[in-house]
Each structure stands twice: as C-alpha cells, then as structure tokens.
T-cell receptor, first 112, second 111 residues
Framework: KAGVTQTPRYLIKTRGQQVTLSCSPI?????VSWYQQTPGQGLQFLFE???????NKGNFPGRFSGRQFSNSRSEMNVSTLELGDSALYLC???????????FGQGTRLTVV | ELKVEQNPLFLSMQEGKNYTIYCNYS?????LYWYRQDPGKSLESLFV?????AVKQEGRLMASLDTKARLSTLHITAAVHDLSATYFC???????????FGTGTSLTVIP
C-alpha cells in the first residue's frame, strides 16, 4: 500500500517568489491536511480539504492557499515568499478526518 | 484557544532506564495521538487513544489516556538507543479535522 507522497522533497526559493507543493494521499483517503513545522512555532495547522472543499483553515495569512483535485491530490501555494516561510511542510492523509492520519515525508522549503 | 503542553521538552536518559512523558491538553477531546519524529523525517504514528482509560503498548512504549484529567502519558521502559527521537502528542479540535500538536519531547538515550 503506497504511502503519502509529497513533492518536491526540497526547495530553495528567493524572497518574493511563489511556490507550489504537492501531496498525493493514500488511495481511498479523501481528507488532506497541511501543517507547517518550524523550530520556533512547532507544528501548526494550515488547512484541511475533503472532497475538493476546504473544511478548515488555520491562522495563516492569505499568501498561503491550497486546493484539492477530484483525485484527492492536493496542492498548497505560498505567494510572495518571506524568510519566515522557511519550514518543513507536512501533509496528512486520512479517510475522512484525522481519526488516524498518515503523514508524508514533507517538503523542506528554504527561502533565501 | 486549544492548548497542548508536553513535558519535559528535552529528556536525556541512560539505556535501561524508565521514564514518562506527559501531555496535558485544554479541550474535552476524547481522542489523543502520539507520533514519533526522527531528525529531518516525517511523523510516524505510534498510538491512537480513543477513550478514557485507554492504554496501548508497543514494545518498550506504553501510552495511556485520562480524559477527565486531560492527561496522556507515554511511558518508556528500559530505554534503548533506537528510541532516540522527538515525540509529539496531538488532540483533535472541535471541528474534528485538525490536529493540535504539543511542543514535542526530544528524547536522547545515552548508551
């Protein structure tokens, strides 16, 4: 059974650029959540999608956005990158909510 | 705002010793999760505790949940080096689709 796949694994971007991260959930899972992990703030919830609808959003600026496709794959986009956006971005896959969620390997974003 | 607190934040222990990590949370959630994270890696699910009094064990790790006290514990028995990692607890918010994570406990087991 394939796990949660995040691409790319590593990214280096310049301030002001935008970036798109991708997450393919486990087959049959319809819920995808995104989390940002930094040494200072820990693990923080960005948003959750279920069947192409955003059901919940964390306390992040509008520069952070996401979407989910009909095949449950999800993308998140960060525009006008700031140095503080450097983090490990994790996505979690669940059947219908985090009853049991499985995390991908993450995308390490570095903003320079 | 829902808060999840773990202690200790850092734990250095010798092989063969026992220790307990504590997780306190501020909501009435009856579901609690424990994850392990190795450096630079993702989160690995360890335990899902779904009711008051739930106890689960896997190898040298045992987790328990007391929903009345809003407390979960992760007990380590006879620690070995392979257990060195960061351990997170998490609860689910009222919306049912968002994890609130604790600060994490960085465990180092010294030979």
């Amino acid at each position: 059974k394939a796990g949660v796949t995040q691409t790319p694994r590593y990214l280096i971007k310049t301030r002001g650029q935008q970036v798109t991260l991708s997450c393919s959930p486990i087959s049959g899972h319809r819920s995808v959540s995104w989390y940002q992990q930094t040494p200072g703030q820990g693990l923080q919830f960005l948003f959750e999608y279920f069947s192409e609808t955003q059901r919940n959003k964390g306390n992040f600026p509008g520069r952070f956005s996401g979407r989910q496709f009909s095949n449950s794959r999800s993308e998140m986009n960060v525009s006008t990158l700031e140095l503080g956006d450097s983090a490990l971005y994790l996505c979690a896959s669940a059947v219908g909510g985090p009853t049991e969620a499985f995390f991908g390997q993450g995308t390490r974003l570095t903003v320079v | 705002e829902l808060k999840v607190e773990q202690n200790p934040l850092f734990l250095s222990m010798q092989e063969g010793k026992n220790y307990t990590i504590y997780c306190n949370y501020s909501t009435t959630s009856d579901r609690l999760y424990w994850y392990r994270q190795d450096p630079g890696k993702s989160l690995e699910s360890l335990f899902v505790l779904l009711s008051n009094g739930a106890v689960k064990q896997e190898g040298r790790l045992m987790a328990s949940l007391d929903t009345k006290a809003r407390l979960s514990t992760l007990h380590i028995t006879a620690a070995v080096h392979d257990l060195s990692a960061t351990y997170f607890c998490a609860v689910v918010g009222e919306a049912g689709n968002q994890f609130y994570f604790g600060t994490g406990t960085s465990l180092t087991v010294i030979p």
